[in-house]
């Protein structure tokens, strides 16, 4: 049989649906016992397993005397066990008293699936051994190729597996963060608000939230929040920092205790390299559009008044996470009819052309004064579209989230 097709056809009937690995080596190893182009009258399958320090038959098929289940046969009376992984495939004559009484005096064996290390020594995860009156280098060739085959089919259905698990689990993931992040459009009172988020993987360490008392209607939180790490261990630290928001929100606990208690959860929760910056603005249902805010290590909001003068609300502590004994102060800002509060992680700011020059907030501020006559949601599509343009060379590497609070009255 040539042995390209030969590796085909055991790849594509590795392609079928398996339940596990054992299935699959004992339906290639019918196929294979039956085939007439392969001249082999019976064949076992092999098992390695550490614990009893040998091999064990998990399969056995053809003219060959039946061997009792679970035979097991040790590495260190099997010299070729060990030599098995330089070479592949081998011809050796059968030592075992036992399988001897059966009718097996001489065997080729093939190596199968990933090698494992086991006392210093690299050894096959199962053995595809075989028996024929045409005990030759042909043979051999042959079931060099079997077993690289199979070896291929293993790794694939191992891959696809895992693929299944982790697509599960980023769903679910992908999910959970999804329930962290509000609607993208509210109102309060005088104030409209568009959020939006987008992370650079399935998930990311962006988060936005609105948040307000139960019992509290003159009162509204919007919440910022950029996990320095990637991926589902920033996704862990986002929910963990948005729960803890949320649960103080509903006690009304003042803006400086929250951030305070918040911090001393992550210093002890997360390792110190794991932080996360954060801003937490509270509207106030008032004449003046008071706006009282704490700015843990995060971007400096900015904050254009109608006359497109600027104002940044920079930081009022460090960063969350690192350091336990910080602790977090207020400040104030106040909002006119026709003001717009941008809030942003540095996704937005640091996005790059091909010339290798930031997005900037610089040209965010610029945006916000040409468009401020725009609703929330109108700017914050735009905003992301001119980011977007900029950058439209580079992928995106960081997750990048926009709300824009604008008062209206």
């Not at 007439?36 to 009893?52: A, H, L, M, N, Y």
């Not at 001489?106 to 210093?120: D, H, L, M, P, Q």
């Not at 299944?164 to 992908?174: C, G, P, Q």
Request: with cysteine.
């Amino acid at each position: 049989m040539e042995l390209r097709r030969l590796y085909k056809t055991i790849e594509n009937l590795a392609t079928q649906n398996f339940h596990n690995e054992a299935e699959l080596l004992e339906s290639m190893l019918k196929e294979i016992v039956r085939n007439e182009e392969i001249p082999v009258k019976g064949g076992r399958v092999w098992k390695f397993e550490p614990r009893s320090a040998g091999y064990v038959l998990l399969h056995q098929l053809g003219d060959i005397e039946k061997i009792k289940r679970r035979y097991k046969l040790d590495v260190d009376e099997y010299p070729m066990f060990l030599e098995l992984p330089k070479r592949r495939t081998m011809l050796a004559n059968e030592t075992d008293a036992y399988l001897r009484d059966r009718g097996i005096t001489t065997y080729s064996a093939t190596g199968v699936g990933e090698k494992v290390r086991w006392n210093n020594h690299l050894l096959y995860q199962y053995i595809l051994a075989v028996n024929s009156d045409f005990m030759d280098e042909n043979l051999g060739y042959t079931l060099g190729i079997i077993g690289s085959a199979l070896t291929a089919a293993l790794k694939s259905a191992s891959i696809e597996r895992k693929a299944t698990i982790l697509e599960s689990d980023l769903d679910k993931a992908r999910e959970i963060q999804r329930s962290i992040l509000p609607e993208h459009e509210v109102r309060f009172h005088n104030y409209e608000i568009y959020g939006v988020s987008i992370p650079a993987r399935i998930v990311g360490g962006d988060f936005f939230d609105y948040l307000q008392g139960a019992e509290d209607s003159d009162r509204f939180a919007v919440v910022i929040g950029d996990a320095v790490s990637k991926g589902l261990s920033a996704a862990a630290q986002a929910l963990y920092v948005s729960g803890a928001l949320r649960m103080g929100a509903e006690f009304q606990t003042k803006i400086s205790t929250l951030i305070t208690k918040t911090n001393k959860l992550m210093h002890r929760t997360f390792p110190d390299e794991n932080f996360v910056t954060l801003f937490y603005g509270e509207l106030v249902k008032d004449t003046k559009g008071l706006l009282i805010y704490a700015n843990a290590g995060h971007n400096s909001p900015i904050l254009v008044h109608n006359d497109c003068s600027i104002e940044y609300l920079g930081p009022t502590g460090q960063m969350l996470g690192p350091f336990l004994g910080e602790t977090y102060g207020t400040e104030s800002a106040h909002m006119k009819k026709g003001d717009i509060l941008l809030l942003y992680t540095d996704g937005v700011t640091e996005a790059m052309n091909e010339s290798g020059e930031f997005f900037g907030e610089q040209r965010l501020a610029e945006l916000l004064c040409t468009y401020q006559r725009q609703s929330a949601k109108e700017i914050t599509q735009v905003l992301l579209e001119e980011v977007e343009k900029f950058s439209v060379r580079n992928d995106q590497s960081d997750d990048m989230t926009l709300v824009v609070i604008r008062r209206t009255q």
